[in-house]
């Protein structure tokens, strides 16, 4: 079956760090990818998402790349604010169940100034 | 445009009682998956619903059952609530059957005593 692993956390950083948070996958086909971020007492927001390999999603300096030969949608951004603190996951959508999203553990990042 | 919403956003219920939870899609969107989100088991799939008809359904026993109306709006029902059943239940929209993103409410946290 379908599967997501992500590092486990938490991540501490310091304001301005880079950041990187890993995810690998497991999937028949070709699932489309995506990165989503919960902050407290909240849903999750669609950070951004790629639908085939090489794909590079990207968004609020946010960026993944999806990579089939190692089938990775590694999270990266240059440099990290307070406000970037919240739980991240990834998540995969498969062509058997295009909205049945599998979600890895979740990542929390802690950012401190 | 208004997000998803999910009411009621807080509900505390005793074991082998029964609940129901909605959610209001955004408009325009006919699609509404559910999903259970625990400490233990992270965010899991339960059920899709497009034009009123169940599409696509996760691992979960018969107590968890849901509809969706015409006007797309849905609803999820679990009977003989358990403790294990405790969790922030979130709905998410998408636009039509042939899309994968997904845009997810605030949630429903769920307490069973």
């Known amino acids: 079956g379908n599967s997501v692993t992500q590092m486990e956390g938490p991540v501490t950083l310091s304001e301005e760090a880079f950041l990187t948070i890993n995810c690998t996958y497991t999937?028949?086909?070709?699932?489309?990818l995506f990165w989503y971020v919960q902050y407290p007492g909240e849903g999750l927001q669609l950070l951004l998402k790629a639908t085939k390999a090489d794909d590079k999603g990207s968004n609020k300096g946010f960026e993944a790349t999806y990579r089939k030969e190692t089938t990775s949608f590694h999270l990266e951004k240059g440099s990290v604010q307070v406000s970037d603190s919240a739980v991240y996951f990834c998540a995969l959508s498969s062509d058997t169940g295009r909205r049945a999203l599998t979600f890895g553990s979740g990542t929390r990042l802690q950012v401190q100034p | 445009k208004a997000g998803v919403t999910q009411t009621p956003r807080y509900l505390i219920k005793t074991r082998g009682q029964q609940v129901t939870l909605s959610c209001s899609p955004i408009s325009g969107h006919r699609s509404v998956s559910w999903y259970q989100q625990t400490p233990g088991q992270g965010l899991q799939f339960l059920f899709e619903?497009?034009?009123?008809?169940?599409?696509n359904k996760g691992n979960f026993p018969g107590r968890f059952s849901g509809r969706q109306f015409s006007n797309s709006r849905s609803e999820m029902n679990v009977s003989t609530l358990e403790l294990g059943d405790s969790a922030l239940y979130l709905c998410a929209s998408t636009f039509n059957f042939l899309t994968d993103t997904q845009y997810f409410g605030p949630g429903t946290r769920l307490t069973v005593l």
């Open positions: 999937a028949t086909g070709y699932p489309s």
């Open positions: 619903y497009f034009s009123e008809t169940q599409r």
